[in-house]
């Protein structure tokens, strides 16, 4: 098949190429008249630009381009996420998640021994018995003033158990529990990475991925806590002489807020991510099928 180009004159005749020569040097006139041939050239831009228009739009619904409100919902959520994860950060950078307190006369009148670790570095502090509850029986709390000395855990370096009270700590379970709460934390990260790529390109595709980082983020870290007191059960069980008395510290309370935290915010981008909301689905308005 031959294609012919529609062209158009000063008069606005559409002409068919070829034809000039033939009609004694002036352009000829397609057949059906200048309002046919116009016709083919709107019809043939129309298709042109509704072609273009209808991939710019496609695109958009594809991507889920988001509005004002829900990009001020994504970052109410996104808010809630970020105090997760700075609690997650205060609780593994502190040394305060568990504590282990001998009773307070168990070496002298005067001075007491109490210890506090994390899971990086274990403190041994000496407290005055003067300045504990006399209604407490055991040594501390640890916040108490008192000479600290604070040393580094070695199951990262050469894989020495540490001992405390004449009790050894299980360094399986230590490491177990560290590598939790740093694989959470880089859960973290790339779940704010796909929030503010979401909020930049307003395409709210990426809430979806950033949702499930942060469920599992925060899942994560209730499990580096049920694994670390797993720990503490093993050092308190390894030696008997020394009575103690254990608690788990405000580090692991920092934790298990931020976990509780991170699901909340997880399960907040899953909802914003769903193309309808589910309280209309399950609410209809009146009058509505």
């Known amino acids: ?103 307070k006369h168990f070496y002298n009148n005067q001075t007491c021994l109490t210890a506090h670790y994390g ?17 407490r029986e055991s ?35 230590n490491v177990a529990a560290a590598m939790l709460a740093l ?7 790339m779940g704010a990475i796909c929030i503010t790529m979401s909020l930049s390109k307003e395409i709210l595709f990426f809430l979806k991925p950033a949702s499930i980082c942060f469920i599992l983020s925060g899942v994560l870290v209730l499990l580096s806590i049920l694994v670390f007191h797993q720990s503490v059960l093993a050092l308190l069980a390894s030696n008997h002489s020394v009575p103690l008395h254990h608690e788990l510290s405000w580090s692991v309370s920092c934790l298990g807020c931020a976990g509780a935290v991170l699901i909340v915010g997880g399960i907040l981008f899953l909802l914003l991510a769903l193309p309808c909301s589910p309280w209309q689905k399950c609410l209809p308005k009146d009058g509505s099928s």
């Open 119 to 135: 899971l990086w570095k274990g403190c041994t502090k000496t407290l005055w018995v003067a300045d504990i509850d006399p209604e």
């Open 1 to 103: 098949m031959w294609s012919t180009f529609v062209l158009t004159d000063e008069d606005g005749r559409a002409v068919v190429p070829g034809t000039a020569a033939g009609v004694g040097g002036a352009g000829g006139v397609a057949p059906g008249g200048p309002a046919q041939g116009a016709g083919g050239l709107v019809s043939l831009m129309s298709g042109r630009s509704t072609f273009g228009g209808n991939k710019r739009r496609r695109t958009t619904s594809t991507g889920h381009a988001m509005t004002e409100a829900q990009e001020g919902k994504i970052k109410l959520a996104f808010f809630v996420a970020i105090v997760g994860v700075v609690l997650t950060v205060l609780g593994v950078g502190t040394e305060f998640w568990a504590e282990l307190s001998p009773p």
């Open 183 to 189: 694989f959470s934390l880089f859960l973290m990260v």
């Open 139 to 173: 040594c501390g709390p640890a916040e108490l003033p008192g000479e600290s000395n604070c040393t580094y855990f070695k199951f990262f370096t050469t894989g020495e158990n540490a001992v405390m009270f004449q009790k050894t700590t299980e360094k399986n379970l």
